[in-house]
């Protein structure tokens, strides 16, 4: 595919971004697009996901990744191709829709990467396996994907590869050999209270004042139970309580995040998660216990050492910037499933989408790292990668990541 096409083909991605397990447009593009290029295609499986296999003689079985949903975030680009999508979320609430993840960027480059290696196959031997993954945003679509059978019906791949777009400089990749994205973990706490009139507190237990003093509590689990050594994020990024200024209702709730990367760390916070919420509770005289549910859980993504380094060559060969070693990052990705499930290696690396231009000067990782800091990250409604060279930079890695794994022809 010419730059041109990938430009397009991302915008027209970007325009019209779908929620997890709703991402029917977006799977029937890929889909097309691995037919046209030769794959043996299969769709829905995990209810949304897509499979294409190209099988080109003797040899190991290369998967490579990309997902494909989107978040319920009201974009903020100002792009003239931004989304104005709106749709119903989780909560059966309609909600804004926009690509603030960057998963069109990685759609549009596996597409990319897909038919120039089709194109090639007199180039190398072995079996491309490429998916199409829905519902990475809150970890279950690489366990749809499996669950449906993924690698008894198509293959067990010898290598899981793949990349995720970040407001590194457009053109530069960064791997991370060991624990490379965090496990997370999403817990929703529900607070309950006796409501009443605004006007008369004293006559209940007002759930929003407890859940404001859960907040602030919970904020301390991470600095007074886990060691400056190890490393833990608590987020609460939902609270939600009443209806009316005047009244005080009966619960609230809390949405939380935490990312970690050693199952002991993570027991650690879950568990005073669990205690300070309880013990806020008591001590508020709530009139029921509360209730703490785990939702959502995937691993840390853990790249192979000896696999990091072998791909590490490869795509060194396909921008002239460096690659550097990001170390751990705090996001998350169930794409680590897949190896897991394979028990193959895992190699998924960053993929530089921010314009150059807000790091010139900046020589070092470390000025690098400052220099991100200050630029709307993924998630952010204002975050939006520029399409050249990320497109370009991404189709290449991919490609010479999969060549690394697949011999010559």
Same mark, same amino acid.
């Given at each position: &595919?010419?730059?041109?096409?990938? $430009? ?16 029917? *447009? ?16 299969? /769709? ?23 997902? &494909? ?5 009201? /974009? ?51 079996? +491309? ?15 749809? &994907? ?30 991370? $050999? ?45 600095? *007074? ?12 990024? &939902? ?14 709730? +809390?949405? +939380? ?33 509360? /209730? ?21 060559a490869a795509l060194a060969a396909v921008t002239p910037l460096p690659v550097v070693d990001p170390g751990p990052v705090t996001g998350s990705e169930d794409v680590g499933r897949f190896a897991v499930a394979a028990g193959a290696p895992c190699v998924y690396w960053l993929l530089g989408g921010a314009d150059p231009a807000a790091f010139e000067g900046a020589g070092t990782v470390a000025e ?22 990320? +497109? ?11 060549? /690394? ?5």
């Amino acid at each position: &595919m010419s730059s041109a096409e990938l $430009a397009d083909l991302y915008r027209d991605l970007h325009r019209h971004p779908e929620l997890s397990f709703a991402e029917t *447009r977006t799977a029937g593009i890929a889909a097309a697009r691995l037919r046209d290029a030769g794959y043996d295609l299969t /769709e829905g499986v995990g209810r949304t996901g897509v499979v294409g296999v190209l099988r080109n003689g003797d040899g190991p079985t290369a998967l490579l990744r990309a997902d &494909m949903d989107a978040l319920p975030v009201a /974009e903020e680009t100002g792009l003239d191709y931004a989304s104005t999508v709106r749709a119903t979320g989780r909560d059966g609430e309609e909600t804004a829709v926009a690509h603030a993840c960057g998963h069109d960027v990685h759609v549009t480059c596996l597409v990319g990467a897909a038919a120039e290696l089709a194109a090639a196959r007199d180039t190398w031997r072995g079996t +491309l396996l490429v998916v199409f993954q829905p519902a990475e945003e809150f970890g279950a679509g690489a366990d749809a &994907m499996l669950d449906d059978g993924l690698f008894a019906r198509f293959g067990t791949p010898d290598v899981v590869l793949g990349q995720h777009v970040a407001p590194l400089p457009a053109g530069l990749l960064a791997l991370a $050999a060991g624990p490379a994205f965090a496990g997370s973990d999403t817990v929703r706490v529900t607070l309950h209270g006796s409501g009443g009139h605004g006007s008369r507190p004293e006559t209940t237990v007002d759930p929003v004042l407890l859940a404001a003093a859960t907040v602030l509590r919970l904020h301390t689990v991470v600095p *007074r139970e886990v060691a400056a050594t190890e490393t833990a994020v608590l987020s609460v990024g &939902m609270l939600r309580a009443g209806t009316k200024e005047n009244v005080i209702p009966d619960s609230a709730e +809390l949405g +939380l995040t935490v990312r970690s990367y050693t199952r002991e760390v993570r027991d650690r916070v879950l568990a005073g998660i669990e205690r300070t919420v309880r013990g806020e509770a008591a001590a508020s005289g709530a009139p029921t216990d509360p /209730e703490v549910r785990l939702l959502e859980s995937f691993p840390p993504v853990v790249n192979d050492a000896d696999a990091a380094e072998r791909t590490r060559a490869a795509l060194a060969a396909v921008t002239p910037l460096p690659v550097v070693d990001p170390g751990p990052v705090t996001g998350s990705e169930d794409v680590g499933r897949f190896a897991v499930a394979a028990g193959a290696p895992c190699v998924y690396w960053l993929l530089g989408g921010a314009d150059p231009a807000a790091f010139e000067g900046a020589g070092t990782v470390a000025e690098i790292r400052e220099r991100t800091a200050s630029l709307p990250s993924n998630h952010s409604p204002r975050y939006a990668p520029v399409v050249e060279p990320t +497109l370009s930079v991404g189709v290449a890695a991919l490609v010479a990541a999969a060549r /690394e794994w697949l011999p010559a022809g």
